[in-house]
């Protein structure tokens, strides 16, 4: 008879979220996720088989995350202030771990793993997605400009983001970020 999990499968995957965030996949070692969770190798391994295991598990944590996120996009009266206090969020939990582990995944090792790539990919497209469904919203408002491409636009704000991360990380403060931000937002109306 197998004996029961002995701790919180959650907890677990967000200390090893942390881990990976900070080290990376390579960077992060399962003596570190041992360390870092406090769940003895074997008990680790039961649960996820190895190391790209906990690592893919901790990425559907972190997309459940962003998921969570992303819901106050989703309302009707959505527009680009909301995208803005997403934005300013997103950099604030950012603040400690340098840019998106998704980002940073994108550019490392781990991303020759299918399912790696796909969790990325996938949650990705899940931000884009609700940026371009909010300036579709504002653009039938007259918030947006006619002529501005909902798609493009989306991927404009994510890589905008996402620069921002390495503006942060560079040296950047505060007043460059809102600069920043209201120049992106501003060059949609």
């Not at 999990?5 to 090893?16: C, M, P, S, T, Y």
């Not at 997403?86 to 939990?93: A, H, I, K, Q």
């Not at 991360?165 to 501003?186: F, S, Y």
Request: with cysteine; proline share 5%.
């Amino acid at each position: 008879m197998p004996r029961p999990r002995e701790f919180d499968h959650d907890d677990v995957l967000v200390r090893a979220l942390g881990l990976f965030w900070l080290r990376g996949y390579d960077g992060t070692s399962i003596t570190d996720l041992v360390n870092g969770t406090g769940v003895q190798r074997q008990s680790l391994y039961n649960v996820f088989a190895d190391k790209a295991g906990i690592f893919r598990a901790a990425l559907a944590c972190y997309i459940a995350r962003v998921t969570e996120s992303l819901a106050p996009l989703d309302a009707p009266a959505a527009g680009l202030p909301a995208i803005r206090r997403y934005m300013e969020g997103v950099l604030e939990v950012q603040r400690d771990f340098g840019a998106c582990i998704l980002v940073k995944t994108a550019f490392g090792p781990a991303i020759i793993d299918p399912d790696v790539r796909a969790a990325v990919e996938h949650g990705a497209e899940l931000v884009r997605a609700r940026f371009r469904a909010v300036v579709e919203r504002a653009q039938r408002r007259g918030q947006v400009a006619d002529g501005v491409s909902p798609p493009a636009a989306a991927a404009y704000l994510y890589a905008v983001l996402n620069g921002l991360a390495a503006l942060v990380a560079t040296g950047g403060d505060r007043k460059h970020v809102t600069t920043t931000i209201d120049h992106a937002l501003a060059s949609l109306t």
